[in-house]
């Protein structure tokens, strides 16, 4: 293998400045998602979600942003998952956005709560079969035994559900972040990165698209 410290890239994509920016975080970063997405980036809603247990211990895994206004960033999930599980205990939460080949990357800081019934019913039904059916099959993060057990569940739940509509699982849900701090960060020459930090006070209650929000500079 490649000596791994031999690794390394100049980053010369673009600047960063803070006459540049929104005034409101969430505007700032559908900005960057919409050009993720017309760059034709693969995946550009995909994102590093981190939760904690209680003893301590965090854990990642990548997650699809469903959603994202003025109320927050949402993703959906089967709420016997570890994650859920995780923020049943402790709804703070940190998301990640790396998008590599802009030399950009997004880091969010919130509080994740549940969705509404309502929410999760929406999104569910707008979901392929084939999707539903899976939600159904998967009891998440639980041990198994082979693959092929895991087809077969599928296989049998199809079937079950072959005609007709598919109804949501009790223990399938949804989550919207609603952030305190979210960080851009834009690649600079020579390892000096720009990044620009907003927060808000978190003694007042988050008012979305009307909150004000403190930009920062931050050192790379």
Not at 20 to 47: H, V, Y
Request: with cysteine; hydrophobic share 35%; glycine share 4%.
């Amino acid at each position: 293998m490649q000596n791994l410290q031999d690794i390394r890239r100049n980053y010369k994509m673009g600047e960063l400045h803070r006459e540049d920016l929104c005034a409101n975080p969430i505007e700032q970063f559908q900005s960057w998602l919409k050009q993720t997405i017309d760059a034709g980036i693969p995946d550009p809603t995909a994102m590093t979600i981190a939760t904690v247990s209680p003893d301590g211990q965090p854990s990642q895994r990548i997650v699809l942003l469903k959603d994202v206004d003025a109320k927050g960033f949402v993703f959906y999930t089967n709420l016997s998952s570890r994650k859920a599980q995780e923020l049943d205990r402790n709804s703070k939460i940190s998301l990640h956005f790396p998008w590599h080949f802009l030399e950009r990357q997004v880091k969010v800081c919130g509080v994740a709560t549940q969705l509404s019934t309502s929410e999760v019913a929406k999104y569910f039904l707008s979901r392929p079969k084939e999707s539903q059916i899976a939600a159904w099959a998967s009891k998440q993060s639980q041990p198994i035994s082979t693959r092929q057990m895991l087809l077969s569940k599928f296989e049998e739940v199809k079937q079950k559900f072959s005609s007709g509509e598919v109804p949501i699982p009790k223990f399938w849900g949804g989550y919207r972040i609603v952030p305190h701090e979210i960080e851009f960060w834009q690649g600079g020459e020579h390892r000096l990165h720009n990044r620009f930090s907003y927060t808000r006070n978190l003694a007042e209650p988050y008012l979305g698209e009307d909150q004000t929000w403190q930009i920062q500079r931050l050192m790379p």
